[in-house]
């Protein structure tokens, strides 16, 4: 039978976390993001994929309501903590919950005012070369992550942000079947945040 190692609560004391979430430092204090799931999982028709003879790839994106996040900051190189209610996972239940931010991936929306939205490329689809699932290199945004002790973590972008829409996600949620793609636990949940 599987392990049933027993998850290692995180202390927070001494660290500037009060309770778990992703935090956004603002002038010294720590505001939480907005957390939110996807709304909308939409596929791509597939016509410019059967025009083309399957060459051109049909997408798939992932959508949450709002054109923009309440939380708000106008650094390009904002800091951003990660507070764990557990520091470690038996390897039992790894693959149940994140313990750490590089189960998380920053990716920046692409906004419709008209549709009051924001959305992400989750994968695609090609006749030739199959499906793939993960949000493209374009939308993503690399992290630079300090641990400050077990279970608490100092993020901030490597490179800085340009004005937009942002937000986390936990890359353990996705699952692609066949032709399209579902999702566990009842959709990506996103913590949001707006550059501006």
Request: proline share 5%.
């Amino acid at each position: 039978g599987a392990s049933k190692v027993a998850n290692v609560a995180t202390n927070f004391a001494g660290t500037r976390c009060q309770r778990p979430g992703i935090f956004l430092d603002t002038e010294g204090s720590l505001n939480p993001l907005d957390i939110t799931s996807t709304a909308k999982l939409r596929t791509g028709s597939g016509i410019l994929s059967s025009l083309t003879y399957g060459i051109a790839s049909t997408k798939s994106t992932a959508a949450i309501n709002g054109a923009e996040a309440s939380v708000i900051t106008q650094s390009s190189k904002p800091k951003l903590w990660f507070c764990f209610e557990e520091a470690q996972a038996g390897l039992s239940y790894q693959t149940t919950g994140a313990v750490n931010p590089g189960e998380f991936a920053l990716v920046k929306f692409k906004v419709s005012k008209k549709k009051k939205e924001r959305s992400f490329e989750i994968g695609k689809f090609n006749l030739w070369t199959g499906s793939e699932s993960g949000t493209p290199p374009r939308q993503l945004r690399e992290l630079e992550i300090e641990m400050i002790k077990p279970g608490v973590y100092e993020v901030t972008p490597k490179a800085p942000l340009e004005k937009g829409q942002y937000g986390f996600y936990y890359t353990g949620q996705k699952t692609l079947t066949g032709f399209g793609f579902s999702q566990r636990n009842n959709g990506y949940k996103i913590f949001a945040f707006s550059m501006i």
